[in-house]
């Protein structure tokens, strides 16, 4: 994926949260094309997304539903397959804590921990095309598809073609 994705909306400021925000997005071709190049696939026809944002007891709550239709290469045809998407999702967020050391960071490997809210905003936009990632087929493959391994031949090393080719050298060669 490059570096930056393609924004579907604006980052939303906490502070303009409110009780609730919903989101309904349904971008046009050109940023479903740019969205398909970032995840590397091959295009995506159709893509909208249902979200909702919400305070939650400690924090905020982000969820969400996926749906639409993606095209990716099989992994051993290289033909097109086509995919669809029906996803749901939810995350929390929870504020930075701006007291405290700043020389030391605490990183939790939890995959129940809440998001960190750095700068007053969430990124929905980051949020909905991760999960459009981890919706996809990580290995995607046509039906019938099937892998078949190369015969081993029966010498393996690099020097096998030079083996009976080259004459050892004796004292009286010199």
Not at 43 to 72: C, M, N
């Amino acid at each position: 994926m490059s570096a930056k994705p393609p924004v579907l909306v604006e980052a939303v400021r906490i502070n303009q949260i409110g009780e609730k925000r919903t989101f309904s997005l349904a971008p046009d071709a050109e940023t479903r094309r740019a969205i398909a190049m970032w995840l590397k696939i091959l295009d995506l026809p159709r893509f909208e997304a249902e979200l909702t944002l919400v305070p939650a007891r400690t924090g905020w709550h982000l969820s969400g539903r996926l749906t639409g239709q993606a095209i990716q290469a099989c992994g051993l045809t290289l033909e097109p397959i086509e995919e669809q998407i029906n996803d749901t999702f939810g995350m929390d967020f929870v504020e930075a804590e701006e007291a405290g050391d700043a020389s030391e960071v605490e990183v939790i490997l939890d995959e129940d921990s809440p998001d960190i809210i750095t700068d007053g905003r969430i990124d929905v936009s980051r949020h909905v095309l991760e999960h459009l990632s981890l919706a996809l087929d990580p290995f995607p493959r046509k039906p019938g598809a099937v892998f078949v391994a190369p015969e081993e031949t029966a010498e393996i090393s690099p020097f096998a073609v030079l083996k009976g080719h080259v004459k050892p050298r004796t004292d009286s060669d010199d």
